[in-house]
Nanobody
Framework: QVQLVESGGGLVQAGGSLRLSCAASGRTFNGYAMGWFRQAPGKEREFVAS????????YYADSVKGRFTASRDTAKNTLYLQMNSLKPEDTAVYYCAAGPVPYQFLGTRRNGLNYWGKGTLVTVSL
């Protein structure tokens, strides 16, 4: 059974940093893209960042470019999201997801994403 389990969320002041982790199990992810989405209260789920599991190439939403960094540790089967210079508008539940799609299209081909985690809450206060 494939599982994606997020951790690392919490409360942080604006300007601070957090690192989210997504532990993946149950299969290998060669050829997959993995990434992060977020959903703020009352808003639709939006794409944040993606990464090619094979090459480590990354792609970001404009709203987080330069502040967030996605990475992966293939030996640990874990995906990370380093979030710096956090803003109150980054407050959301963050989800990791994976699917056999090109990493650049993880945000637009959500129907192709096989696996989703249950999310971790990030709250950024003023």
């Amino acid at each position: 059974q494939v599982q994606l389990v997020e951790s690392g969320g919490g409360l942080v002041q604006a300007g601070g940093s957090l690192r989210l982790s997504c532990a993946a199990s149950g299969r290998t992810f060669n050829g997959y893209a993995m990434g992060w989405f977020r959903q703020a209260p009352g808003k639709e789920r939006e794409f944040v960042a993606s990464i090619s599991w094979n090459t480590g190439s990354t792609y970001y939403a404009d709203s987080v470019k330069g502040r967030f960094t996605a990475s992966r540790d293939t030996a640990k089967n874990t995906l990370y999201l380093q979030m710096n210079s956090l803003k109150p508008e980054d407050t959301a539940v963050y989800y990791c997801a994976a699917g056999p799609v090109p990493y650049q299209f993880l945000g637009t081909r959500r129907n192709g994403l096989n696996y989703w985690g249950k999310g971790t809450l990030v709250t950024v206060s003023l």
